[in-house]
């Protein structure tokens, strides 16, 4: 008995999941009937199910007679789960399989300002090079692969205000420091999906990023590979587009489509 009460339970959970699925691929309310025709459902099973789940305030009615929407009940348990969240709790484990894959450093970094700041961190094991910064440490935005990532997620007018206060002051002799040169290389950086630094903030070190967006589509976080300059691999790229990609997952990111940045024709 309490066997069949168990599976009784789980198919429940089962056409209760099929249901919500349906509605979350739906911007406007959808009928019971287009509820039964995907979810294969008997139409009497979907309807005595959303009566529950309308109960619950996990979905509520439209505005037309028979359709159904998620109710505001999710929008309070996402907003709970998101408060919950933290960006470096969840990228621990991403972190720790890209630093096993590559043995480089791993590093991970949000902005701040006009800068972008390491909260977390995983050093190289083997001797070497080394980055010298700690977490905690500081770096300006345009002589870094992170850096330059949330740099390509502002307008025009941002990037030229920024060029303004920082004069885009140079870490090393290969550090961007003209404007035109930092608009064609955010417009890479968007066309490609991730960033690089080459030897611009540390000589003898380059780095590559990837961004990390929360569930509303925001740059929240960049995670990045720190190698000596002539160690560098190609095949790092992917892995590492794909742990952050993970990462994102994870804080509920769904991606879209970005667009390239040009400068406007001011002659």
């Known amino acids: 008995m309490e066997n069949s009460a168990y599976k009784a339970n789980i198919q429940v959970l089962d056409r209760t999941s099929a ?5 979350t691929q739906h911007h406007e309310p959808v009928s019971l009937k287009v509820i039964a025709d995907e979810t294969s459902l008997h139409v009497s099973t979907c309807y005595r199910i959303l009566n529950d789940l309308v109960r619950l305030r996990f ?7 028979g359709t159904y ?25 991403g972190m720790q ?11 991970l970094s949000i902005r701040q300002n006009d800068s972008i700041v390491y909260i977390d961190r995983i050093m190289r094991e083997r001797p070497g090079i080394q980055v010298v910064r700690t977490i905690g440490a ?6 870094t692969s992170s850096g330059k990532l949330f740099l390509s997620e ?3 007018e941002q990037i030229r205000a920024y060029a303004l206060r920082t004069n885009l002051e140079p870490s090393t002799p290969k550090s961007i420091t003209d404007l035109d040169q930092l608009i064609n290389e955010l417009n890479r950086v968007k066309t490609l999906g991730f960033a690089k630094d080459d030897e611009e903030l540390e000589l ?3 780095c590559i990023a990837a961004g990390i967006r929360d569930d509303s589509g925001k740059l929240v976080a960049c995670l990045s590979i720190s190698s000596p300059a002539n160690n560098v691999q190609e095949g790092w790229i992917s892995e590492l587009k794909h742990a ?3 990462i994102s997952e994870h804080l509920g990111y769904v991606a879209t489509p970005g667009e390239l940045y040009v400068r406007p024709d001011f002659s």
């Open 204 to 206: 003898g070190v380059c």
């Open 244 to 246: 952050a990609d993970d």
């Open 19 to 23: 249901i919500l699925r349906v509605l």
């Open 59 to 65: 979905v509520e009615k439209g505005s037309v007679a």
């Open 138 to 143: 500081t770096a300006p935005l345009h002589t």
């Open 154 to 156: 502002d307008s025009f």
């Open 97 to 107: 399989r890209l630093h096993n894959l590559t043995r480089q450093t791993v590093n």
């Open 69 to 93: 929407r998620l109710g505001l009940r999710f929008l309070q348990l996402g907003n709970l789960v998101r408060e919950r969240i933290s960006v470096r709790d969840t990228a621990k484990s």
